[in-house]
């Protein structure tokens, strides 16, 4: 059995004295990073292994994708921290997307005793609207226990920043098309067959036309397995209500994957094509355990909010800093049985 896991990492820069930053990065976001100590880069890696480390009843995912991260910088520091926290040796692939307004890319950190990647197969698909936003990373893994194949893509869709129609929905809209087309052309090339993951943040709930309709994502298993066509089973629509205990011990429910202003979200999302979901080459999703990740050391009490935060120092004020938080976001999970 192996373990798929997605999570935005709420801004995972890398410290500010850090001397290889891209000169724009260092110019634009030098308010947002000062006080960004090595201390503070240092702590927030051990409170996100904590969450990682306690996936798969500690043995951590073998296939994590990943968004909001800097550079391969910090993607090194985690993978270290994560192996320091399971045993497992963990390794990274990443593109560096230099469109991104806020210079954070999406990536894969997986285990290397189960998968490997297959030479050649990493692509960042830039998502061009008037500007460049983020790009979607896809890879093909392959299994070192059978040699079956996998393509996983990592995706993080233009924000609601600003409102959600007038300033960013066409961008999510091309960010669907732009999945959608390559869901396509990875069948053409690979073959109709080949099992293809895509998760990521989208910006979107499952039931938005980004989603639905450019993305072409469903909740209705039979229809994508009747399709000739590219189509993908969304096994997020199970993630907008989740029983759990917050870190003082209470039963609450999680409404989403995020909150804002109060409200949850469900915009962290699995998306399966008809290989994965019927098993037709080596490798089945347990459509059940597609789930929102909430241990209750990083639940928050209050119910209008979701996981605890670590966040960023605000223009220097180091002390809206929890560092005993985690990520703005939940992390989410499913389980792929290899035959």
């Not at 070192?144 to 996983?152: H, K, M, W, Y």
């Not at 915009?267 to 080459?281: T, Y």
């Not at 976001?329 to 035959?339: K, N, Q």
Request: a negative charge.
């Amino acid at each position: 059995m192996a373990l798929f896991a997605f999570w935005n990492l709420e801004n995972l820069f890398a410290p500010e004295s850090f001397e290889d930053r891209e000169p724009w990065i260092a110019k634009k976001f030098a308010k947002t990073l000062e006080g960004w100590s090595d201390d503070f880069f240092q702590q927030k890696l051990v409170q996100l292994a904590r969450v990682l480390s306690v996936m798969g009843d500690g043995s951590g995912p073998d296939v994590l994708g990943v968004c909001e991260v800097e550079n391969a910088f910090v993607l090194k520091q985690l993978s270290s921290r994560l192996k320091s926290a399971t045993g497992r040796e963990y390794r990274f692939v990443h593109a560096n997307s230099a469109h991104d307004k806020r210079g954070i890319d999406t990536a894969f950190i997986y285990a290397s005793n189960s998968f490997e990647v297959v030479p050649g197969s990493l692509f960042s698909h830039w998502v061009l609207r008037r500007t460049g936003t983020r790009d979607i990373t896809q890879v093909t893994f392959k299994s070192r226990l059978t040699g079956n194949s996998v393509v996983a893509l990592s995706n993080h869709w233009p924000s609601r920043m600003g409102g959600e129609s007038e300033s960013s929905a066409g961008f999510r809209s091309v960010a669907g098309e732009t999945l959608a087309y390559w869901h396509e052309r990875i069948r053409e090339e690979l073959g109709p067959k080949i099992p293809i993951i895509a998760m990521g943040d989208l910006n979107d709930a499952p039931w938005d036309a980004s989603v639905k309709f450019n993305a072409n994502a469903t909740r209705e298993l039979g229809d994508v397995e009747r399709s000739l066509s590219a189509r993908f089973f969304n096994a997020s629509w199970q993630f907008l209500s989740t029983p759990c205990t917050d870190h003082r011990g209470r039963d609450r429910i999680v409404d989403g994957t995020l909150y804002y202003k109060g409200n949850g979200n469900v915009f962290d999302q699995i998306l399966l094509n008809k290989s994965l979901c019927r098993g037709e080459a080596g490798f089945t999703a347990d459509l059940a355990t597609a789930r929102v990740f909430t241990p209750s050391f990083m639940v928050s009490h209050e119910s209008g909010q979701g996981p605890i935060r670590y966040g960023l120092p605000r223009r220097g004020d180091v002390a809206s800093i929890d560092t005993e938080g985690y990520s703005d976001h939940f992390p989410v999970l499913i389980e792929v049985r290899e035959t």
